[in-house]
C-alpha cells in the first residue's frame, strides 16, 4: 500500500465532449502544468490534488477518445496513459468520465479500460439532463454491473466533486475495490488463438502485469495495428504477428473487429438498459429544437458564416484598440529611453532592438486572446461540433475535416493565433497540414503592403463605369490567397501528409451555457505559453534582424552630412533650419541603410529576383518585412529616404516609388510589378514570428524551414509566372 505522502498518479479519461475537462479543472483548481507528450506535439495537461487523507495525487488530462482501439499517433495516447505503455507510467488509477446522457455509446470505452486491470472511478456527468430527457439512472445498478465505483458530478457547477475526491481517495487506498468485475471471453476459439498468439509477441515492457492486461493490449493491437496506421512505437515483432493473424482472418472470412465489437456490445445491450430508464417519447428537446436550425443545410450555413463573421471582424477590428495600447506603451517606453540614454549604440539597442522587439511580442496577445475566447465559447456551448460537422463535407475534399476551417478562417487576421488554433483538432495529421496552409491566408499585416502598391501604381480607374480598380485587386488578392491556400491543402494532403481516410466521429453533445472560469483559465493558459515560448523566439530574431540593418555602425559615406548641417545652421533659422536638419537626418539614415549589412544581402539576392520584376531595394524591404510583412512599408521608407513616417498613406513614399526610373529612363515600378510583388507577399513566408509559433506548436525547427521552404518557392514560381507571362503579353 501507498504512503500518504507518495504521489500517486491519476488519469483522467473519456468519450469528448463529456465535460471530461471541467471536472479536471474542478478536481485541479489553478493548479496546472502545460507540456507536450513525449515524442508527439499533443498537449499534455498535469494538475496537482490534495486529497481528505492528505495523499498527494498527480492527475493527467488524457485525450478525449471513442475507444482504445485506435489508429492515429494521438489516440495512441489513450492506450499508453491508460495501460501505462512506455514511455508514460502507468497510472494507479483511472477516472472515467461518462455522459450520462450517452451511456450506451460511453460504456464500450469503460469496458476497454476495465479490460486493462486498471482500477477505475466512473465520474458520471449530465445525469442532472436525465429528467428532461424522460430517463433515470440506477447508479448503484451500474456499480453492481461494473464492479467499479460511480460518482454522480457535474463540473461545471461543482456538484459531487468533494464525493469524487474522497472516492478516489478510498480506491487509492484499496485498489483491489475497483478493479471491475467484467472481463471479456471471446466465445469463438480463433478470435481466442489470434490473441494468446499475439500476446505472446508483445514487448516485455508491455507485457508485465496480469494476464487480463496481456490479453487487452492484444486485442488492443489487433484492432488498431495495420499498414494505414500512424503507430510509430510499435514494435516490429508485434506488427509481424498482427499481420499475419489478420491475414488469416481475411483468409477464413473472419472479421476481428466485429468480432471484437459484437462481444462488448452484447454485454452492454444486455445491462446498460438495467442501469437507465429508456426514454418516454415526448416534444423535442431543446437541443434538437436548435439543431434543427443550425443543423439545417441552408440557414445553418448561413448562421455558421454569420458566426465566423463575428470571429473574424473581432480579430481585425476589436482587437485594434488594445494593439493601440500596446503599441502606445511600448513607444512611450522607447521614448522615455531616447530621451534617458546617452546617444550611441546602446540607446539604440534598448529603443530599437530590445523594447521593439518585447512590443513585437505582446502586440499579438489581443488577438489570440479573442480567438481563444470564441473557440472556449464555441467548444463549451457545443456548437464547435456542429461546425465541424457542417464544414465536414467541404473540407473533407481537401484531405481535411470540419474542424480546419477555424483556425484556416481566423488566418485572415493573424497567422499567429491561427496556428495555435490548431489545437482544437484531435488528429496530428490533420492539425500539421492545417498548419502548413494557414499561413498562406491573407492576414491583416499584408494589407499595408497591398494599400501602399496599389495606390502607388495602379490608378483610380473605374471597371465598366462601376467597380473601382483598386478596391477589385484587394478583393482579388483575398481571393487568390484563398483558392491558392485550398489548393496546397489538397496536394499537401495527398503527398506530404498522405494518410490513411479516417471518418469524423462526432459527438453532438446538449448545448451549455460556458464555463467561464474554464474558458477564461484556456486564454491565459494560451496567452502565457505563447509569451513564454513563442515569444522567445520572436525577440531573437526582432533583435537578430536589427543587427543586420543596423550593422556597420559608421560606414563611409559619399556625402559630409555635418558639413551640410553646418552649413544650414549658416544660412537658415526657425522652422525652416528645423525642416532642413530633418530631411538631412533621413538623408544620412538612409544613406547609413544603404551600407548595412541588410542592404548587402538584398544586393546579393538581386540576381535571384530580378526575374521577378525587384531590384535590391526591394530586396532591403523583403529582408525587413521578416520582421513584419508590414514592416516592408517603413523599410522601402528608410530606403528612399522618406521623412514623414512613411505610412502606407504617405503620399510622399508613392510618389518616391511612382517616380523610380532606371538609367534610361524606364519607371523601376510598372503596375506589372507591383502585380508580380503582391503575388510574392500573398504566398511567401515573409514572418519569422509565424515560423516561431510553428517552432512551438511543432516541436521542430524541421516543419518551420519546410514551411518557409516551400512558400518560398511557391511565391517565387508564382511571382515569376505573373511578371515573365505579362512582360510576354506585352505588360511589361
Sequence with gaps: MQSPRERSRVAIAGNPNTGKTSVFNRLTGANLKVGNYPGITVERFEGSLTLPSGREVVLMDVPGTYSLSARSREEQIAIQAVAGLPPLAPPDLVVLVVDATQLTRNLYLALQVLET??????ALTMADMLPSLGQQIDIALLQRELGVPAVAVHGQKGAGIDDLRRTIDAVLADPASARGGWRWQPADDGLRADIEIVAGALPAAWANGSVDRRRAL???????????????????????????????????????????????????????????????????????????????????????????????QSLFSWADPAIGWIEALFGALAGAAQSTLPAGILRDFVTEGLIAGVGSVVVFLPQILLLFLFIGVMEDTGYMARVAFLMDRIMKALGLHGRAFVPMMSGFACAIPAIMAT???????????????????????????????????????????LLPVQGLLMVAMYVFSTLVALSCAAVLGRTVFKGPKVPLLLELPPYRVPHWKSVLRMMWTRGSLFLREAGGVILVCTIALWLLLSFPRH?????????????AVET???????????????????????????????????????????DWKIGIGLIGAFAAREVFVSTMGVVYGVSDEAGEGSVTLRTRIRREARDDGRPVYTPLVGLSLMVFFALACQCMSTLAVTHRETRSW????????????????????VYQGGRLLGFG
Design 218 to 312: 492484444a486485442v488492443w493491437a489487433l484492432l488498431s495495428v495495420d499498414d494505414g496506421d500512424e503507430l510509430a512505437d510499435v514494435p516490429p515483432a508485434l506488427r509481424a504477428a498482427v499481420d499475419e493473424r489478420r491475414r488469416l482472418a481475411d483468409a477464413a472470412g473472419r472479421e476481428l473487429e466485429s468480432e471484437v465489437i459484437r462481444g462488448r456490445y452484447e454485454w452492454i445491450d444486455a445491462h446498460a438498459a438495467a442501469a437507465l430508464g429508456e426514454r418516454t417519447r415526448g416534444r423535442p428537446t431543446r437541443t434538437e429544437r436548435v439543431d434543427a436550425l443550425l443543423l439545417h443545410p441552408a440557414l445553418g450555413f448561413a448562421l455558421f458564416l454569420l458566426a465566423m463573421g463575428i470571429v473574424f
Design 702 to 721: 524541421r516543419w518551420p524551414v519546410f514551411m518557409f521552404a516551400y512558400m518560398t518557392t511557391l511565391a517565387w514560381l508564382a511571382s515569376l509566372l
Design 572 to 614: 537658415l533659422a526657425g522652422d525652416e533650419l528645423a525642416g532642413q536638419l530633418g530631411l538631412i537626418d533621413t538623408e544620412e539614415e538612409s544613406a547609413v541603410f544603404r551600407r548595412s549589412y541588410g542592404a548587402r544581402l538584398g544586393r546579393a539576392l538581386e540576381p535571384a529576383i530580378a526575374p521577378l520584376g525587384f
Design 117 to 122: 486491470d486498471v482500477p477505475t472511478v466512473i
Design 423 to 465: 489545437r482544437t483538432m484531435e488528429r496530428q495529421r490533420d492539425r500539421m497540414l492545417t498548419m502548413m496552409v494557414v499561413p498562406l491566408m491573407t492576414c491583416s499585416a499584408r494589407l499595408p503592403v497591398y494599400a501602399l502598391l496599389i495606390g502607388a501604381l495602379f490608378p483610380p480607374d473605374k471597371v465598366f463605369g
Design 555 to 567: 560606414p563611409a559615406l559619399e556625402v559630409d552630412y555635418g558639413k551640410w548641417r553646418a552649413e
